[in-house]
């Protein structure tokens, strides 16, 4: 089983749908977990952490799975703004090391 | 509060040769991340600095080393270059002493290799 693993997708949805991505991980012991969002060819920007069962912050939500090892993110009325490339972070072997998973890519259109 | 800086934003070398790629972490961090993203891929850890030491790394060959400066700043250096080190090198920093705190990135180095 991969450290991180994504449905690259693309997803294309319809503007004020709700989606959803599920990632999973192989490292049991990770405590904390992190999604981040990606514009092409920029740098990844910190969305949401996620520390205990879940955390929300206004259209997005992401919720945590330990006994089944996945981590979701849910977006809520969606924007075209939105889309973008959406990275699953876990920390795996040292606490040192965050690893990303490959990316969900979002497409949202009118 | 300053944000994760990088440079250069682009650079185009030749195969064999040899580059610096530097880093200016975020004010009140003392982490600094490296990570290679090729196209189409999330990004990959190279290591971590801490202390001035390397904290952790990923499975890069040792021609990839790094060095973290008093001031947390931070290069990256990579000999022999190969085609496909040709990616995305962006830097993050981070706290350490929150366990797993969230990683600040930098706009990133575009390496092209020919």
């Known amino acids: 089983r991969k450290e991180v693993e994504q449905d690259p997708g693309p997803f294309n949805v319809p503007e004020g749908a709700t989606v959803a991505f599920n990632c999973t991980y192989s490292?049991?012991?990770?405590?904390?977990f992190f999604w981040y969002r990606q514009d092409c060819r920029k740098e990844p920007k910190l969305l949401m952490s996620?520390?205990?069962s879940g955390n929300e912050d206004g259209r997005f939500t992401a919720q945590l799975n330990r006994a089944s090892q996945y981590i979701s993110l849910l977006i809520r009325d969606s924007k075209l703004s939105d889309s973008a490339t959406y990275l699953c972070?876990?920390?795996?072997?040292?606490?040192?090391?965050?690893?990303f998973g490959t990316g969900t890519r979002l497409q949202v259109t009118l | 509060e300053t944000g994760v800086t990088q440079s250069p934003t682009h650079l185009i070398k030749t195969r064999g040769q040899q580059v610096t790629l530097r880093c200016s972490s975020q004010?009140?961090?003392?982490?600094v991340s490296w990570y290679q993203q090729a196209l189409g891929q999330g990004p990959q850890f190279i290591f971590q600095?801490?202390?001035?030491?390397?904290?952790g790394r990923g499975n890069f060959p040792p021609r990839f080393s790094g060095l973290q400066f008093p001031n947390y700043s931070s290069e990256l250096n990579v000999n022999a270059l190969e085609l496909d080190d040709s990616a995305l090198y962006l830097c993050?920093?981070?706290?350490?002493?929150?366990?797993?705190?969230?990683?600040?990135f930098g706009n990133g180095t575009r390496l092209t290799v020919t």
């Open positions: 004010s009140g961090h003392n982490t």
């Open positions: 972070v876990v920390p795996t072997g040292t606490a040192s090391k965050l690893t």
């Open positions: 996620v520390y205990s």
């Open positions: 600095y801490y202390r001035e030491e390397e904290n």
């Open positions: 490292n049991s012991a990770s405590q904390s």
């Open positions: 993050a920093s981070s706290f350490a002493g929150t366990h797993n705190s969230p990683l600040h």
